[in-house]
């Protein structure tokens, strides 16, 4: 195990700023919830020393969402490009970081079995994709932005347009996973699993900002979000629910 993998000591958890993990408001937390204090295991070597990632992992299209499941041609929707940068907590770059994305199309549908929303797949979108992050901790990804979609929870609920994201550090135990929102969409404040986020500066660093800067002319717009790992101000990510 090389001293390049061995991590840095962890800063505790700031259980004021993470949510619950039982919300009555959003009814399957209520099942998916523990219901017994968790255990502490101390992580094996393996936990600690692995995955070790390379660009030789991945196809050149893996970061490209409207390319990398094109058939007949490009996706429906608009596309935008979402980047940003990966750093911990005192603003260090994180290179080598494996972040995965998965995404409902433009039309709010998941190609994924248990989605039946009425809205309809699209042929040339799959909705996953995958970079590593730089030396500088920034990475990119192309993609079209998805749409809001309804879920079973109370009556009339639609989930905001968000995309999935994990990270996967220096370790196993270092895979941390949240959702990304788009500044400015009305369901963001409407949202039952938003609100589980009572700390509006925690949820304020969930919502990418409309980047024109980065935007490309005649060809998308962008968005940014930076992903702060640990510390006062990370993200809060869904791996991380307080028992
Ligand atoms: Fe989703």
Redesign the pocket.
Known sequence: MGSSRVLDAYYPRNFAVHPRANDPAYKTSLLRSPRHALLSIDPTPTELSGPGFSPADLDPLDHDLTQNHAHTGLPIGERIIIHGRVIDEQARPLPNVLIEIW??NAGGR?RHDKDRYLAPLDPNFGGCGRTLSGQDGSYFFRTIRPGP?PWRNRMNDW?PA?V?FAISGKAWCQRLVT?MYFEGDPLIQRDAIVATVADHQALDRLIARFDPHASLPFDCLAYRFDLVLRGRRAQFFETLLPE
């Open positions: 995404q409902a998941y979609y989930r968000h999935h959702q």
